[in-house]
């Protein structure tokens, strides 16, 4: 059985709630306001049978011109539209607006219904139809929609226009939507015995009895205890359904119209927007960061456009845009949004957002216009690609999926891109393959810039390098430079790539000085200080060639406090590997023998060889490990 919702919509007092009414027999007007007044003020619902063949749920909504943020609000989630004109009195002011939004929304099937027939002639009802279907003739919405006449006093063309809306519902495709689950949230109450309750359309994914949901833009937490779907319980709601869910862990004062139950951690809250927008009212203009009022699926927002082109946009003319918003708000890629004026309140416009959380990095107009453009002519895979390439530092998959259109594909895309060498992966990492010899030349003016400065380095280390050009840790920087063919690591230095290393000829002078003292003193080498305390040098000089010395391995550290120069561990080793070649044990007292030392060296050698795996401690003795 195919299932539709479908919004009212129309001018004040032209009977779309006594339409539902004679349709389904539900009065939709709940508020006992709505009842003493006689005119609707906020949403109603009404869940029906219509045929053996559709299910449908109707949201009716109020038509007066100061309530048209309600109207939006039920019109966000709707796939048909039920436009109400009263024969009597023809297109009105809220026939035209409610057009516009429809339009703007992008609801394209619907039923035109003229009601109250049974006021008017023969003649004046199909003067009034003709003016309806000349009005939508040339409109996006209701262009070739069926024009009933009925009356729901009598029930008149009540059969036929109930006919008529299977027709156009069977032909709606089915809805399919991006995966997280997402509900713009259109009325909050509680229920005595359950606690808080909050109906919508679901907009996107599913959500299933039990699951852990997120209110946003307030990041509260809730689990869902039940789930109601046309006024039936039910494991699952899916997209285009309309359905209540009982919130467990949230009160009902927590939540108001405009937030949004949605998957843990798929959107994102923020302040502003990026978006094209597009002037429908031909008589509105739109200065440059003048206030508005922007409808955001069920919220509404109070806004200012900053325009990227021009000084303002006027009636029929198209713009690319920042919103910047007075509150966070819950957006998502592509998504329509509906503009009002900030006052008087008009319907003047919409558009379609292209970014629903810019990061807010200072940009420039001109290059954040290129970007938009490019990013309304961009596929998904176009999409995640160019959000790459516009952070020359990397992006993280977890912002790079709220630039998605759909946040749970954003990491295949990535890796897919990855894996066509278009972009570098560094472990949820992505760094665009043309920002590589930028990044290498940044790291060789580094390496230049700090070997300048300590001469006896082969490179920088990598982790003071992080510390200067680095946003990310450290390990991606280490993975990145994989990446890079003119640079290398060793050990834990950035160094470049077969550079040859000449040491200026009197740092050379002194470094060859240490060193022939360690080799001179044998097994029984000196300290560094007093070896440092016959150079005439700077303290700094000195430091630098002691680092150069251990770094480059030519003095071993036994010890905090012994340095053996290379050539003599290595003699040391190749005769304790002989010396095992006919004996099982090595004491202290052979050791001290073979390399003619006291105890004072004897220890930490052999601790040293212990260390490095040539030696295994066993009591008193060494046997060969």
């Given at each position: 059985m195919?299932?539709?919702?479908?919004?009212?919509?129309?001018?004040?007092?032209?009977?779309?709630?006594?339409?539902?009414?004679?349709?389904?027999g539900?009065?939709?007007?709940?508020?006992p306001?709505?009842?003493?007044?006689?005119?609707?003020?906020d949403?109603?619902?009404?869940?029906?049978?219509?045929?053996?063949?559709l299910n449908?749920s109707?949201?009716?909504?109020?038509?007066?011109?100061?309530?048209?943020?309600?109207?939006?609000?039920?019109?966000?989630?709707?796939?048909?539209?039920?436009?109400?004109?009263?024969?009597?009195?023809g297109?009105?002011?809220?026939?035209?607006?409610?057009?516009?939004?429809c339009?703007?929304?992008?609801?394209?099937?619907?039923?035109?219904?003229?009601?109250?027939?049974?006021?008017?002639?023969?003649?004046?009802?199909?003067?009034?139809?003709?003016?309806?279907?000349?009005?939508?003739?040339?409109?996006?919405?209701?262009k070739?929609?069926?024009?009933?006449?009925?009356?729901?006093?009598?029930?008149?063309?009540?059969?036929?226009?109930?006919?008529?809306?299977?027709?156009?519902?069977?032909?709606?495709?089915?809805k399919?939507?991006?995966?997280?689950?997402?509900?713009?949230?259109?009325?909050?109450?509680?229920?005595?015995?359950?606690?808080?309750?909050?109906?919508?359309?679901?907009?996107?994914g599913?959500?299933?009895?039990?699951?852990?949901?997120?209110?946003?833009?307030h990041?509260?937490?809730?689990?869902?205890?039940?789930?109601?779907?046309?006024?039936?319980?039910?494991?699952?709601?899916?997209?285009?359904?309309?359905?209540?869910?009982?919130?467990?862990g949230?009160?009902?004062?927590?939540?108001?119209?405009?937030?949004?139950?949605?998957?843990?951690?798929?959107?994102?809250p923020?302040?502003?927007?990026d978006?094209?927008?597009?002037?429908?009212?031909?008589?509105?203009?739109?200065?440059?960061l003048?206030?508005?009022?922007?409808?955001?699926?069920t919220k509404?927002?109070?806004?200012?456009?900053?325009?990227?082109?021009?000084?303002?946009?006027?009636?029929?003319?198209?713009?690319?845009?920042?919103?910047?918003?007075?509150?966070?708000?819950?957006?998502?890629?592509?998504?329509?949004?509906?503009?009002?004026?900030?006052s008087?309140?008009?319907?003047?416009?919409?558009?379609l957002?292209?970014?629903?959380?810019?990061?807010?990095?200072?940009?420039?107009?001109?290059t954040?216009?290129?970007r938009?453009?490019a990013?309304?002519?961009?596929?998904?895979?176009?999409?995640?690609?160019?959000?790459?390439?516009?952070?020359?530092?990397?992006?993280?998959?977890?912002?790079?999926?709220?630039?998605?259109?759909?946040?749970?594909?954003?990491?295949?895309?990535?890796?897919?891109?990855?894996?066509?060498?278009?972009?570098?992966?560094?472990?949820?990492?992505?760094?665009?393959?043309?920002?590589?010899?930028?990044?290498?030349?940044?790291?060789?003016?580094?390496?230049?810039?700090?070997?300048?400065?300590?001469?006896?380095?082969?490179?920088?280390?990598?982790?003071?390098?992080?510390?200067?050009?680095?946003?990310?840790?450290?390990?991606?920087?280490?993975?990145?430079?994989?990446?890079?063919?003119?640079?290398?690591?060793?050990?834990?230095?950035?160094?470049?790539?077969?550079?040859r290393?000449?040491l200026?000829?009197?740092?050379?002078?002194?470094?060859?000085?240490?060193?022939?003292?360690?080799i001179?003193?044998?097994?029984?080498?000196?300290?560094?200080e007093?070896v440092?305390?016959?150079?005439?040098?700077?303290?700094?000089?000195?430091?630098?060639?002691?680092?150069?010395?251990?770094?480059?391995?030519?003095?071993?550290?036994?010890?905090?406090?012994?340095?053996?120069?290379?050539?003599?561990a290595?003699?040391?080793?190749?005769?304790?590997?002989?010396?095992?070649?006919?004996?099982?044990?090595?004491?202290?007292?052979?050791?001290k023998?073979?390399?003619?030392?006291?105890?004072?060296?004897?220890?930490?050698?052999?601790e040293?060889?212990?260390?490095?795996g040539?030696?295994?401690?066993?009591?008193?003795?060494?046997?060969?490990?």
């Amino acid at each position: 059985m195919k299932y539709v919702v479908i919004g009212t919509a129309g001018h004040i007092d032209h009977g779309k709630t006594s339409l539902i009414k004679a349709i389904t027999g539900i009065d939709t007007d709940r508020l006992p306001e709505e009842k003493k007044r006689g005119i609707t003020i906020d949403l109603g619902f009404a869940h029906h049978q219509l045929t053996p063949r559709l299910n449908v749920s109707f949201v009716d909504v109020p038509g007066h011109e100061k309530l048209v943020k309600n109207m939006i609000a039920g019109a966000s989630g709707i796939d048909m539209v039920l436009m109400v004109v009263a024969a009597d009195e023809g297109i009105m002011p809220q026939t035209i607006e409610h057009t516009y939004i429809c339009e703007i929304l992008g609801i394209k099937h619907g039923v035109v219904a003229v009601t109250k027939k049974d006021l008017v002639d023969e003649d004046t009802l199909e003067i009034v139809k003709a003016e309806v279907k000349d009005f939508f003739k040339e409109r996006a919405t209701l262009k070739d929609a069926p024009v009933i006449s009925v009356s729901a006093k009598t029930g008149e063309g009540i059969g036929e226009l109930i006919k008529a809306i299977e027709e156009v519902a069977l032909t709606i495709p089915e809805k399919r939507g991006i995966t997280p689950f997402r509900l713009p949230i259109d009325r909050v109450f509680s229920v005595k015995g359950f606690g808080t309750v909050v109906t919508g359309t679901v907009a996107s994914g599913k959500v299933e009895t039990g699951e852990s949901v997120v209110i946003l833009p307030h990041e509260k937490r809730a689990k869902v205890r039940n789930i109601q779907v046309q006024g039936k319980d039910e494991r699952v709601s899916k997209i285009g359904e309309r359905c209540a869910l009982n919130l467990q862990g949230i009160e009902k004062e927590e939540i108001e119209r405009g937030d949004v139950v949605a998957s843990e951690g798929a959107f994102k809250p923020s302040t502003m927007i990026d978006a094209k927008i597009f002037i429908t009212d031909p008589r509105a203009v739109l200065k440059d960061l003048h206030p508005v009022r922007v409808h955001i699926a069920t919220k509404e927002a109070i806004g200012r456009v900053k325009l990227l082109e021009k000084e303002e946009v006027k009636g029929q003319e198209t713009a690319f845009c920042r919103i910047h918003f007075e509150e966070k708000i819950v957006a998502t890629n592509a998504m329509p949004i509906v503009i009002r004026s900030y006052s008087p309140v008009s319907t003047i416009g919409g558009g379609l957002v292209l970014d629903a959380c810019p990061d807010g990095r200072r940009v420039k107009r001109k290059t954040l216009l290129e970007r938009l453009k490019a990013l309304e002519k961009a596929d998904e895979t176009e999409r995640i690609e160019l959000f790459i390439k516009w952070k020359p530092e990397g992006i993280r998959l977890d912002e790079l999926k709220y630039k998605a259109i759909d946040p749970y594909k954003a990491e295949e895309i990535a890796e897919r891109l990855s894996a066509e060498g278009r972009t570098v992966n560094l472990g949820k990492l992505y760094i665009h393959r043309e920002h590589l010899n930028h990044w290498e030349t940044l790291i060789k003016e580094e390496i230049k810039s700090y070997t300048k400065e300590n001469p006896l380095r082969a490179g920088i280390p990598l982790k003071e390098l992080a510390q200067k050009i680095w946003k990310h840790d450290v390990n991606t920087l280490d993975k990145f430079i994989e990446f890079l063919p003119g640079i290398e690591k060793k050990d834990n230095f950035v160094c470049l790539k077969e550079a040859r290393r000449e040491l200026p000829p009197q740092i050379a002078n002194l470094v060859s000085q240490v060193e022939n003292r360690f080799i001179k003193s044998g097994f029984t080498p000196p300290r560094m200080e007093d070896v440092l305390k016959d150079l005439n040098v700077s303290p700094k000089i000195k430091q630098q060639i002691v680092r150069y010395l251990i770094e480059n391995r030519i003095l071993i550290r036994v010890s905090p406090d012994i340095l053996l120069h290379k050539k003599l561990a290595n003699i040391m080793v190749a005769r304790v590997k002989k010396f095992f070649e006919n004996n099982e044990e090595l004491t202290v007292p052979k050791f001290k023998d073979m390399f003619g030392i006291s105890r004072k060296y004897a220890i930490p050698y052999l601790e040293y060889l212990d260390r490095i795996g040539i030696t295994k401690r066993a009591g008193n003795v060494r046997r060969r490990r």
